[in-house]
């Protein structure tokens, strides 16, 4: 071995790879929160209740250096970060990271249940699709499937609350706190997600049951179910899982609206009251620990990707 | 037209759901560029005895409200003609700023030297790997709502992927024989680019561009309905739906309308991106 083969496995090697390259997003997500405050201005201005005399803001621009140069600053502003210091929400006077975590809590159920979705009805949608090429289930499905990338989330979530909660009274229109409450906010949130995962998995199914072994399974007698089974199904689920994993962080933010619209009390709602209320550092922290969230998602779902399938590793 | 040109508008032409896309978009398009000609009334015409009239009321002097009327006794029809005209309008600003951007930038990264593409790319990576509207959210909280902050956050959303589209067909192009063949006859940088390249790159650029004007106009209706967009009385589809919300119980179609709007245009960009996509290279995949 050579002196820049170092005997790092190069399965490790593609882990730490990976892992660094989340540095460069994680200083283009921090740089991108400390520019957007200066960006609207005088810091203080901001970072301060309006009714702050000159000498608090005095004190405050010592405090946080912000007479230092401005790289001095952003340095200082990524070490408060590392040791859980958000800043202060202006309004709520609490630390920022505190109130976001618990927001998040509540983000999270919602998320969760809509991934749940996603999964237990998308993918079947799909594969049932894919084994039925071309009969009315699939043109129904491909239907569904357009329909649902292009609907406005929000337009949805009223038009549910509409049939479901006004018309039919079969659910509270919104809400948080028990299960009946969830359903509605849950759909809408995953419906974008069902359409993708069902046309991936078809995609994906149709793709793989062209495949030669395929044909191998149907012409030794298997049944078409246990083909799709036992050797369709494990085949395309790879790339249906890296794609939706993707999409996961894609949920967490785009549970703004679906929140706003449910008036569910999540990090959506946290984050839009806080721009209403100009509460800046409570903003900042929100972009910052979603986006890191975000960011750690998409490593884990490469990193398992890399795991389930050792071609990546070497490329 | 050559040969293979005819043959994708064939191909083109004989897909249904590409047809119904380009209807959906065109007449969207259409009832936008003739709005003062299309809507019976101006977006702002208010009628305090016309409050909350359902669709197909007639007035008593014989006006016929086709979808109703909203609080201020305002035509929806009229504000969602008007509207379509700002959010479209918006929607293609944005994917022109945007897009132009991102040609630029992949035709920079695919030709010039190796550090400009890494800087480029890894520019568009951190962009892909931050969710658009969380970007969106933390520069209108900064720079408050205005039109050219909404422009800016719609170009951001579509430059990354306009430019990873064209770097990538650039690459592949670079070394085929047609342009290595022009290049060894002495064609200069300007030449290979417009001549050779941009010809093989259009396709997956036109595909894309459809498909990002379709998440184009969600964004922009998603942000005017979350009060951080177009600001009232400016008409968009996303204002509409959230001023009419309050009083869905009592006029279900004063927010149900502008949803229906929004939802032909971006089914017209998206299926038109399919058919696009089909027709202009069976094998890409997006």
């Known amino acids: 071995m050579g002196v820049s083969g170092l005997a790092i496995p190069p399965g490790l090697r593609y882990v730490l790879g990976r892992i660094a390259q989340l540095v460069p997003t994680l200083v283009g997500v921090t740089l991108f929160a400390f520019i957007v405050i200066r960006l609207s201005g005088d810091p203080t201005s901001v970072l301060l209740p309006a009714d702050a005399s000159e000498t608090e803001r005095e004190a405050f621009r010592r405090a946080y250096g912000l007479d230092r140069p401005i790289l001095e600053q952003y340095v200082r502003y990524v070490g408060r970060l590392l040791h859980g210091d958000f800043g202060v929400s202006l309004f709520q006077g609490e630390p920022a990271l505190r109130l976001v975590l618990d927001r998040l809590a509540i983000t999270v159920q919602l998320a969760g249940t809509a991934i749940g979705l996603v999964m237990l009805v998308g993918v079947p949608i799909g594969i049932l699709a894919a084994v039925r090429r071309g009969t009315i289930i699939d043109h129904i499905t491909l239907s569904l499937v357009a329909l649902g990338q292009s609907v406005a989330t929000f337009w949805l979530g009223l038009m549910l609350i509409l049939v479901f909660a006004v018309a039919w009274r079969l659910v509270p229109p919104s809400g948080y706190g028990t299960a009946a409450q969830i359903i509605l906010p849950a759909f809408t949130l995953a419906a974008y997600y069902l359409a993708v995962a069902a046309r991936l998995t078809r995609s994906g199914m149709l793709e793989v049951m062209a495949q030669d072994y395929i044909r191998t399974a149907r012409a030794k007698g298997l049944s078409e179910w246990l083909t799709v089974f036992r050797h369709a199904l494990r085949n395309a689920f790879i790339p249906i899982l890296t794609v939706l994993g993707i999409q996961i962080g894609e949920l967490l933010a785009g549970s703004v609206v679906t929140e706003t619209v449910f008036a569910w009390p999540g990090v959506g709602t946290l984050v839009l009251d806080a721009i209403l209320r100009r509460d800046y550092p409570l903003v900042q922290a929100v972009i910052v620990v979603l986006a890191v969230i975000y960011a750690v998602i998409n490593l884990a779902v490469d990193l398992l990707y890399a795991w389930v399938d050792p071609r990546v590793r070497y490329q | ?286």
């Open chain 2, 1 to 286: 037209m050559t040969g293979p040109s005819s043959r994708v508008v064939r191909a083109f032409a004989r897909n249904p759901v590409a047809m119904i896309g380009l209807v959906l978009l065109a007449a969207t398009g259409a009832v936008a560029a003739f709005a003062p000609v299309v809507a019976p009334d101006s977006y702002d015409d208010q009628n305090v005895r016309a409050r909350l009239k359902p669709p197909l009321w007639r007035s008593p002097a014989g006006r016929m409200y086709a979808l109703g009327t909203d609080p201020l006794g305002r035509d929806v029809w009229s504000r969602i003609v008007y509207g379509a005209r700002v959010t479209m309008s918006v929607a293609a600003a944005g994917l022109l700023l945007g897009g132009g951007v991102g040609v630029g930038l992949g035709l920079l990264a695919g030709f010039a030297g190796r550090w400009a593409d890494a800087l480029i790319m890894r520019a568009a990576d951190i962009q892909l790997a931050f969710p658009s509207l969380l970007l969106a959210i933390g520069l209108i909280a900064a720079l408050g709502t205005n039109l050219l902050t909404l422009l800016g956050v719609l170009a951001l959303r579509s430059w990354a992927i306009h430019a990873r589209t064209v770097r990538g067909s650039v690459l592949l192009v670079r070394e085929q024989e047609s342009v290595l063949a022009a290049r060894a006859l002495g064609a200069g940088p300007f030449r290979l680019a417009f001549k050779e390249i941009l010809p093989n790159v259009l396709a997956p650029l036109i595909v894309v561009s459809t498909a990002q004007l379709g998440a184009l106009i969600l964004l922009e209706s998603t942000l005017s309905f979350l009060g951080l967009g177009i600001q009232p009385p400016r008409p968009s589809w996303g204002n509409m739906l959230s001023a009419g919300r309050p009083y869905m119980t009592v006029a279900w179609w004063v927010a149900t309308m502008p949803g229906l709007a929004i939802l032909a245009a971006v089914l017209g960009a998206n299926l038109l991106g399919d058919g696009l996509r089909d027709a202009l290279d069976p094998r890409l995949k997006l």
